[in-house]
């Protein structure tokens, strides 16, 4: 599946990234690394040496901070053209199947294109809206986290009635 | 209501702490602090500063964190006369109602007696047993985040058939 067949900016990568550590502290204590984005989807990962818990697997709040960042992070890009728009996540639901024993990784596909265009259209119309997105955290092929969340953008300057 | 009636050691509030600090190196990022423990139950809190989002609010990995660490703790308070009992998260569900501009504090609410005592003689008689608890993020007495946790604790050692 080409990359430019659906207009997606895959630079923005290295941008994203360099906006998480430039304004969230947290982000560079998980030492957070944006790994890919293209038409698949968002992948962010983390090393687990940052990111232990007290058994020496993966704490639950880095799997859940790194599974909002990925969603949080795949609306970022999603919006990235147009500047003045808020995205904060609203709801989360997260999953611990099994416990991560290696490097954090987490995936965030990309919602269909129909999905898209109905949140950009209603974004467009009623200066805000939502969407649900799915991310997962897997090791050596094997899911241990699931992760949905709510995401809700808005628009800073008041929209025309 | 007295602590005492509770059989609570509210001297655990700076073992946990301690606890935290030395096991898990996120909680230092956070700079959680355990700040009270005793028959209501449960309060951390975070500095703002060290968990700021791109917006200057709470950063939302840092709420989740916040709040699976009060059940969390609360269990391993509840536990901690039992050595070799492990915890960990299993599902969490946040809803994030309202931006938190200042301090984290969350609180997780002693589960009643009856809910304990279930859950403890669960865990004496299976080895295994699951909690859940309900935490919450308070700004100046309104609720921020209401955080749903399902906590699973079970002994290392292989139990008697």
Redesign the interface.
Known sequence: MSQVSFGLDTTGATRLEA??HA????VR??QVRVDHWDADGLRLSAPL???????GTA????L???A??AG?GLLWLLLEPQPGT?I?????????LR?VTGTLEAFCPLPDAAVRQTFLETLQRHGKARLDLQSRIVLHDQVCVTFAGRFAAHRAEPHAP
């Open positions: 906006y998480l304004h969230i502290p947290l204590s998980m040496a940052a990111n232990l818990n007290h058994e704490f639950g709040g880095s859940e901070s790194l909002v960042l949080w808020h904060v996540v609203a709801e989360s639901h997260a999953r611990f416990p």
